[in-house]
């Protein structure tokens, strides 16, 4: 499984949307807490978002 947020540079964009079965654009488009991922195994893509937890005090 090949998983990746947002990146900012090119050498790094271009790795990854390989790996990933993906474009440059679409892994720099990524918006903060937002995900794409492979299996490698089925070469299956996903997308989503980081749900953070509500933060109880006290």
Known sequence: MKHCGRLNFE??????????GAT???IRNLKPLE????DMQ?????TG???LG????G
């Open 11 to 20: 050498a790094d964009l271009r790795v990854m949307a390989n790996a990933l």
């Open 24 to 26: 440059p654009e679409e």
């Open 35 to 38: 995900w794409i991922e492979r």
């Open 42 to 46: 089925t070469g299956e893509r996903r």
């Open 49 to 51: 978002v980081i749900r």
């Open 54 to 57: 509500e933060v109880k005090s």
